[in-house]
């Protein structure tokens, strides 16, 4: 018995609407909670931003409060990170560092980020990366 496989044009379609579906499960807000709920970093963000390399970005950030501070998980163009922070005064300090890096592909970049929540509730950061003389930065919107 010879299984048939789909036409070309059937399978990019299901390829197509495959990524959609991930792309909206990726970024649709968030219904579980994330911690406390007065706090204003805490929850899922949409983030637009430039790396310290001047490659602009968008995607999603997700800030839980965590036993020593916060975590930190990013789904950006052409890459996944995680981070842990801490804050002081109104600012998130934070330690982050890119998830699978793949040599020659995605290095290993790592570094460092600080973000303010805006007076219009939108948070503001700057990132640097070990090794790079400038500096990044991203706006985010909160999500839901």
Do not use: C, H, K
Not at 17 to 41: K, M, R
Not at 90 to 119: C, H, K, M
Request: aromatic share 10%.
């Amino acid at each position: 018995m010879r299984i048939r496989l789909p036409s070309v044009p059937v399978r990019w379609a299901l390829g197509i609407i495959l990524f959609v579906l991930v792309f909206a499960w990726f970024t649709a807000p968030n219904p579980i909670s994330t911690g406390d709920e007065s706090d204003p970093f805490v929850g899922r963000w949409l983030v637009n931003g430039t790396d310290a390399f001047g490659t602009e970005y968008s995607g999603s950030l997700n800030i839980a409060a965590a036993d020593d501070g916060y975590a930190l998980e990013w789904i950006v163009t052409g890459a996944l990170a995680s981070g842990t922070a801490e804050r002081v005064g109104e600012e998130l300090l934070v330690d982050w560092s890119r998830v699978n890096p793949q040599p020659g592909v995605f290095p290993d970049v790592v570094g460092t980020a600080r973000y303010r929540i805006d007076d219009d509730g939108s948070l503001v950061g700057t990132s640097t990366v070990f090794g790079e003389p400038a500096a990044g930065s991203e706006l985010g919107e909160p999500v839901g």
